[in-house]
C-alpha cells in the first residue's frame, strides 16, 4: 500500500514577514512539540528518566554506514515537523496507538521512523529514524520522550497501518556530487558565515544588540553540518523537508546559502527601516 501522498519538494519562497517565525534560531536541539501530540508541557524528573541503549543492529548505529540496499521494517510517526540527523526531539506520548508502539519499541528496539506529514500535502516518502536516548513513563500511561535524529530513510511500502503505520524502508545517503568540482568545505564556511550574520542582525532587530555568534559548525562534517544548518530553520517544514529528501551535500548548502542569503537581504532592509524609524 501506498502512502496517501507524496510531499513534493516545493520552490522555495524568500522570508517576507519575520512575524512568520523563519528566522534561524541558534541551537541545534528541537524545542518544538506539537500541540496535537501534547497534552501538557512539563519537565523531565532526572529520577524518572530512564536511559535507553539500542537494539538495533550495530551496523545501523550512528557513526557507521548503513547499507542502502538493505530493507528494513520500521514503525513511522507522522508528525507536522521535521527531524533531522544529529537533532534532539523532544515528545509526548499520549494516544492510545502510539502508546502501543511505545511498549513495543521498549520492549524489542527503541527506534522509529519520524515523517514529516500535513493536511495540505500528506505525508512524506522520505524520513529520518529516531532513536529514544531517554524515556519517562506516567503511572496514565503516557510517555515523555527525548529523541535523537539518527539514518535518514525512503518508504517503499506500507507494511500495515493500524494500530499504526509500519513502513518498508531503505536507508537514504548523500551521494558524491554529480559536480566533482565542488567544493564542499567552502560552502560549509560559506554557510556558517551568513548565519553569524543572521544571528548578529536578528539579536539587533530583536533589541539584543549586535552580539556575535560563536562557532556553529564546532568542527563538524559538511553533511552533518547541513543537517544542523537545516534544523534551524523552524517554521518552515516544507523546506525542511526538501532539505532533508536532498541526496547531495553541496546542493544541500548551496540551498542553504541562498535561503540565508534573501534572509540577510530582508533583515538588512529591516535594519535599516529600524535605523530610520526607531519607534517603529
Request: with cysteine.
Amino acid at each position: 500500500m501506498a502512502l496517501p501522498q507524496i510531499l513534493p519538494s516545493p520552490p522555495y519562497k524568500p522570508l517576507l514577514n519575520p512575524s512568520n517565525n523563519f528566522f534561524l534560531t541558534h541551537h541545534s536541539n528541537y524545542h518544538f512539540a506539537p500541540q496535537s501530540l501534547l497534552h501538557r508541557r512539563r519537565r523531565f524528573s532526572p529520577t524518572r528518566i530512564q536511559c535507553s541503549a539500542s537494539s538495533f543492529p550495530e551496523k545501523h548505529r550512528t557513526g557507521s554506514s548503513p547499507n542502502p540496499n538493505d530493507v528494513v521494517e520500521l514503525p513511522l510517526f507522522p508528525l507536522p515537523l521535521v527531524l533531522f540527523p544529529g537533532a534532539i526531539l523532544p515528545l509526548q506520548i499520549f494516544e492510545f496507538r502510539y502508546r502501543i508502539m511505545m511498549h513495543t519499541l521498549l520492549q524489542t528496539d527503541l527506534r522509529f521512523g519520524v515523517i514529516y506529514s500535513d493536511s495540505a500535502t500528506g505525508t512524506a516518502d522520505v524520513g529520518c529514524v529516531g532513536e529514544v536516548v531517554k524515556h519517562e513513563r506516567l503511572v496514565d500511561d503516557r510517555f515523555f520522550l527525548i529523541c535523537k535524529g539518527q539514518e535518514r530513510f525512503r518508504v517503499n511500502k506500507l507494511v500495515r497501518s493500524k494500530p499504526y503505520l509500519v513502513a518498508e524502508v531503505t536507508w537514504l545517503e548523500d551521494r558524491p556530487s554529480a559536480n566533482g568540482e565542488d567544493d564542499v568545505e567552502g560552502l560549509a564556511n560559506e554557510v556558517e558565515s551568513y548565519m553569524k550574520d543572521v544571528i548578529r542582525l536578528s539579536n539587533r532587530l530583536n533589541g539584543k544588540g549586535e552580539k556575535e555568534a560563536t562557532e556553529l559548525r564546532r568542527n563538524l562534517f559538511p553533511t552533518p553540518f547541513s543537517f544542523f544548518v537545516g534544523s534551524t530553520f523552524e517554521g518552515a517544514p516544507r523546506e525542511q523537508q526538501a532539505l532533508l529528501e536532498l541526496e547531495d551535500t553541496a546542493m544541500r548548502l548551496k540551498r542553504e546559502k541562498e535561503t540565508l542569503r534573501n534572509t540577510l537581504n530582508y533583515l538588512t532592509a529591516a535594519s535599516a527601516v529600524k535605523d530610520v524609524f526607531p519607534s517603529s
